[in-house]
Structures are given as C-alpha cells and as structure tokens.
C-alpha cells in the first residue's frame, strides 16, 4: 500500500520560507514520476513542481520557478519542497503525489492529505 503523508505547512509573511516534506511509504522513488501540486480555494489543482525521471530531472511551474525547489532523498523516501520568497497568491493546500510524470495531476495515482500553506501579506 503506497502512503504519502506531507508535513510542514503553516502561516508565513510574505517574502518568507517554508519547507514542505512528503514522507513515502510502499514506492520506489528509484522510478520517476514524484511532484507536488497545489489547490487554492475555487481554483483547480495546479502542479508546482515535479522530478520527471530517474536522472532526478526536474521541471517547476512558471509561478514559481526561481523560487521554490523540490528535492529528493531517495535513502530516506522523502519528499521536499523548499519554497523561498513567498508571496500571497502562493497560499493553497499543497499535495504530494507519486507515480505520474510531469505536472498534470490527473495522471498520478497517489496522494498525499494535504498540508496548508498561507502567506500573509
């Protein structure tokens, strides 16, 4: 049973850092396809960033690029999301999710519960 749970999410000002974790249980994060997403109240879920293959390749959404940097520790099966600079269009509900490619969510199979984000300006 693949089981994601994400930690790490809470109120920050803008201009302010969080870090979001995503501990994995049941997937290899050998295989490609790790990424996380974000949902804001009455907005679709949008991807944020992803590591798009085995090579550790990544690929992040243009609202945040430059800011905002997900990693992997491959050892441990756990998920980050460094996110810098925040800004208040940066609130949502950020989700980890496994075993897709990319950063459309409706080709991932698992998700994680959520965690909230809110940047306060």
């Known amino acids: 049973e693949v089981q994601l749970v994400e930690s790490g999410g809470g109120l920050v000002q803008v201009g302010g850092s969080l870090r979001l974790s995503c501990a994995v249980s049941?997937?290899?994060?050998?295989?490609?396809?790790i990424a996380w997403f974000r949902q804001a109240p009455g907005k679709e879920r949008e991807g944020v960033a992803c590591?798009?293959?085995?090579?550790?390749?990544?690929y992040y959404a243009n609202s945040v690029w430059g800011r905002f940097t997900i990693s992997s520790d491959n050892a441990q099966n756990i998920l980050y999301l460094q996110m810098d600079s925040l800004k208040p269009e940066d609130t949502a509900v950020y989700y980890c999710?496994?075993?897709?490619?990319?950063?459309?969510?409706?080709?991932?199979?698992?998700w994680g519960q959520g965690t909230q984000v809110t940047v306060s300006s």
């Open positions: 999710a496994v075993d897709g490619f990319g950063l459309d969510p409706k080709v991932y199979h698992y």
């Open positions: 049941g997937f290899t994060f050998d295989d490609y396809g």
């Open positions: 590591i798009r293959d085995s090579e550790g390749g990544t």
